[in-house]
């Protein structure tokens, strides 16, 4: 049985069998996994990881932030046994280790004693000493040659004798190795625990970014993070959504007017639309102005790059926090008209694609659509629906002609290839009956 291992940053938090049930993901207590996110990050119900045939698919449910696999966003994808999706600030892997066998992995193996240590004979010490008789005196062989010395002086040469192999033995004892330990032989297989991806360097900007966002240090994940990424790579989609956030949580909120006393003598504005507050410094008044400035030059740009969902963020935020600021409200209705404009022409393109027969092409125009802010459930209920019970009429159909090529009939095979290869085109990738329908045709197919 598989496991599935659950990431957030570089800790492996959890290990999960996978059995051939769907594991629903999300943030909401009844999930089968659940992933706590106090920013939100992840979805109550974010994702759901299937087993189909013998694959395990990861679906998006609708999340806010998505579901990302390979740096891409993705509504489906199969995962590969080590390959990641990333959820929130939570990366999740299939891996083929089972868990038994990484909970036996996890015991720790005894160690035996380690092995006595046997000091050698120090440099200097007497390789033999002469023998004594049984009365404890030095026999004469040990003393017939040298001179006679004193009581006293054969004390003090043993004492020192003493001090110097205690010394040899302690300078030994601290540079001598120590003895490693041995362990004792077991029959307990020692199995390696996977170790956590390594994170591509991207990946990891993004996560600590969303980190410091969950935390509120907003400056700090834009200047450290979401910036550098951002300049590497521009197209990044979670990288500019989490910076518009917190481009969003820094802009200064709005001041209610009737609430800020009118001063006796206030000095002219430097910019018309932005008024000095009473007891406002020069230094704060120009920050204000600055920001303001920065905001409305960055909501230009993405005007300029049609992406007309994030310029009308940074201009209602500007029309609302300074009304008479620029044009930033003609600018905020602009963007608000491109988007009602783009959601009206990905609804007609669904439409004719659904006239013509393109189910799957349809329906992502209408979830296009869909996330534009049109109304666009029916439409993607309908196509779907249409598409099933066509491609289910097309099964029947060449079902029999394949009966018929069975027999020897070379034109029923080519009529039942031929609907076999508009199933599969009708169909999403998973789905049971276009998998049927790709079986019989490799059979069929010359």
């Not at 390959?83 to 160690?111: C, K, N, W």
């Amino acid at each position: 049985m598989a496991t599935l291992l659950v990431y957030r940053g570089d800790s492996l938090i959890e290990r999960i069998p996978i059995g051939a049930h769907d594991l629903r993901i999300g943030r909401q207590a009844e999930n089968d996994i659940v992933l706590p996110d106090d920013g939100k990050a992840v979805s109550r119900y974010h994702a759901e990881l299937r087993n189909e045939n013998g694959k395990h698919v990861i679906y998006d449910l609708n999340s806010q932030n998505g579901t990302w696999v390979e740096a891409s966003r993705v509504n489906r994808a199969t995962l590969a046994i080590g390959q990641e999706a990333v959820i929130g600030p939570y990366r999740i892997r299939v891996s083929a280790e089972d868990l038994q066998q990484e909970e036996e992995a996890a015991r720790p193996t005894m160690e035996a004693p380690a092995p006595a240590v046997t000091r050698p004979a120090t440099r200097g010490s007497t390789a033999a000493v002469p023998p004594t008789s049984s009365s404890g005196t030095r026999s004469a062989a040990a003393t017939s040659t040298g001179p006679m010395v004193s009581t006293n002086a054969v004390l003090y040469g043993a004492a020192g004798v003493a001090t110097l192999l205690v010394v040899a033995a302690a300078v030994w004892m601290v540079q001598a190795p120590r003895p490693e330990s041995v362990q004792t032989q077991s029959t307990t297989t020692t199995t390696i625990l996977p170790e956590p991806p390594k994170a591509d360097p991207d990946m990891e900007r993004l996560q600590a970014a969303m980190q410091l966002v969950e935390e509120g240090a907003f400056a700090e994940a834009v200047t450290s993070h979401l910036e550098p990424l951002l300049a590497a790579n521009p197209a990044h989609e979670q990288a500019g959504l989490l910076w518009t956030r917190a481009q969003i949580a820094l802009a200064p909120p709005p001041v209610p007017r009737a609430s800020v006393p009118a001063p006796a003598a206030v000095a002219k504005p430097l910019e018309p639309g932005i008024e000095r507050l009473s007891g406002e410094s020069d230094a704060a008044y120009l920050n204000r102005v600055e920001d303001a400035r920065s905001q409305y030059d960055y909501g230009d740009k993405m005007l300029g790059q049609s992406d007309w969902a994030t310029a009308r963020q940074f201009f209602e935020r500007l029309a609302a926090t300074y009304p008479g600021f620029r044009d930033a409200g003609a600018k905020a209705q602009l963007a608000r008209d491109r988007i009602e404009e783009a959601a009206k022409a990905a609804m007609a393109a669904g439409r004719k694609l659904e006239d013509e027969g393109q189910f799957p092409a349809a329906v992502k125009e209408y979830m296009r659509a869909q996330t534009l802010g049109a109304d666009a459930g029916e439409d993607i209920a309908r196509a779907n629906t249409t598409a099933r019970t066509t491609a289910e009429g097309l099964m029947k159909q060449a079902r029999v002609f394949e009966n018929s090529a069975a027999r020897g009939s070379g034109s029923s095979r080519d009529e039942a290839v031929k609907r076999f290869r508009r199933i599969i085109e009708l169909l999403p990738e998973g789905d049971p009956t276009r998998v049927d329908a790709e079986s019989r045709l490799l059979k069929l197919a010359p």
